[in-house]
C-alpha cells in the first residue's frame, strides 16, 4: 500500500523550531510536485507550501509563515521537509504532506508554552 508517512512533530516553545519530515514508502513520489497541509483546532485544513518534483519552491508559502518556514526535498531519499523556525501559538496543527493525490495521516505542533 503506497504510503505517506510524517514525521518529527511535538510539542515545542513559542519561538522553539521543529523540522517535519515526509517519507514516501512503495511508491516513488521523485516525479510528483508536493505540499504541505495543515489544520488547527476548530479550523480547516490550510494550505502551507508547495515544492515541485524538481525542488523548486512552486507557490511560495502562506503568509503567516513567511520567512519562518522553509520546504525543502531530498528526492534520493524520497523525502520532503518542513523547517520551521519561530514557531508560534498559532502554528499548532496537525500538519500533512501530500503529492500524486496520496495523503499522510499527519503529525501534530503543539504549543508548550
Known amino acids: 500500500q503506497v504510503q505517506l508517512v510524517e514525521s518529527g512533530g511535538g510539542s515545542v516553545q513559542a519561538g522553539g523550531s521543529l523540522k517535519l519530515s515526509c517519507t514516501a514508502s512503495?511508491?516513488?513520489?521523485?516525479?510528483?510536485?508536493m505540499d504541505w497541509f495543515r489544520q488547527g483546532p476548530g479550523k480547516g485544513r490550510e494550505w502551507v507550501s508547495s515544492?515541485?518534483?524538481?525542488?523548486?519552491?512552486?507557490?511560495g508559502y502562506v503568509d503567516s509563515v513567511k520567512g519562518r518556514f522553509s520546504i525543502s526535498r531530498d528526492n534520493a531519499k524520497d523525502t520532503m521537509y518542513l523547517q520551521m523556525n519561530s514557531l508560534k501559538t498559532e502554528d499548532t496543527a496537525v500538519y500533512y504532506c501530500?503529492?500524486?493525490?496520496?495523503w499522510g495521516q499527519g503529525t501534530e505542533v503543539t504549543d508548550s508554552s
Open positions: 501530500t503529492g500524486c493525490d496520496y
Open positions: 515544492i515541485s518534483s524538481g525542488g523548486i519552491v512552486i507557490t
Open positions: 512503495r511508491y516513488t513520489f521523485t516525479n510528483c510536485d
